[in-house]
């Protein structure tokens, strides 16, 4: 009877999964170990597959364009980071105060977070336009330097940097106005009697007691980073000379561009590979730095 009861209580647990446990297993699962299968075969997406064992491991490892786009998605990472967790957490830190109109702005941040990359890349590719974007004219008028941005090797990479770190800044000011907002008001105010200053309660108090929100924004930006492809595909295309390309685009090049989808699947699991080892690293040195309340 009980065996039964149980036996019951599963089949319902399954029941109630189904709609979320399918798709999943359908659009996810199923993808991820086919494309492990596709990694082991020389591919390109027409004829019969051909069996390479890890050559196309093999030769990525050794190859300087592997090497290359790594190198690129890495320089987002580092420029990218810093910009949006420091502009997140100043724009948090300002609206978590009694601001006239303190919602709207709160709103008007947000929005570029929930507004299609495509159109976000579009703008900021109208306004880094070299010969008559907004940036470059008001540069101009002030005496400035005009870089080329995405037409420009050099430039390329922090164009996108810039246009992804201004679309993201509403998330991380969310979480850490999130942040903010569950800290004792209490610890501060006995902070301030104490003769504790603005920058010493930030420093003593305040980010300490981020830190939670932090981590989870370091690890998401990061994930997210290494996996950047709309803006840098709408903005630059990878160019250019190949200055901006990073790895999710080459992979999507060598998949439709070059037919190679064994490299590219093959490509796609060393990524995975090069997140899963940042992520644990970063979830193993929490311990130090991360102080739940």
């Known amino acids: ?10 089949g319902w647990v399954l029941f109630f999964l189904a709609p979320s446990a399918i798709p999943l297993v359908l659009f996810t699962v199923i993808p991820m170990v086919s494309s492990v299968w596709v990694s082991l075969h020389e591919w390109n997406l027409i004829s019969a597959m051909k069996w390479v064992g890890l050559d196309n491991y ?50 008007a941040y947000f929005l570029p977070v929930v ?18 974007g907004l940036v470059n004219t008001i540069l101009g008028a002030v005496g400035l330097p005009q870089p080329g941005w995405w037409t420009d090797p050099t430039w390329a990479l922090p164009a996108v940097i810039l246009s992804s770190a201004w679309k993201d800044l509403g998330f991380v000011m969310v979480i ?44 998401i930006s990061l994930i997210n980073g290494f996996q950047v492809f709309d803006q840098v595909y709408v903005m630059t295309g990878g ?24 490299e590219a699947s093959a490509l796609s699991w ?3 590979g090069v997140i899963l080892i940042i992520t644990a690293v970063q979830i193993r040195g929490q311990k130090r730095w991360v102080h739940y309340a």
């Open 1 to 10: 009877m009980n065996r039964g009861r149980r036996w019951r209580n599963r």
């Open 58 to 107: 093999t030769h990525l490892l050794t190859d300087d364009q592997t090497r290359s786009v790594f190198l690129h998605s890495l320089l987002y990472c580092l420029g990218y980071l810093p910009l949006v967790f420091v502009g997140g957490l100043g724009l948090a830190l300002v609206l978590n105060q009694q601001l006239r109109g303190r919602s709207f702005f709160r709103a």
């Open 115 to 132: 507004t299609s990359w495509v159109v976000v890349a579009l703008v900021w590719k109208w306004l880094l336009n070299p010969t008559n």
């Open 176 to 219: 850490m106005l999130a942040g903010l907002q569950a800290i004792p008001s209490d610890v501060l105010e006995a902070a301030t009697v104490d003769g504790a200053g603005a920058w010493q309660r930030f420093r003593r108090i305040t980010f300490p007691l981020l830190s939670p929100s932090t981590f989870f924004v370091v690890i």
């Open 239 to 262: 160019g250019p000379q190949g200055a901006s390309q990073v790895v999710v685009g080459q992979v999507y090049d060598l998949t439709f561009r070059y037919g190679r989808a064994g």
């Open 270 to 272: 060393l990524l995975f």
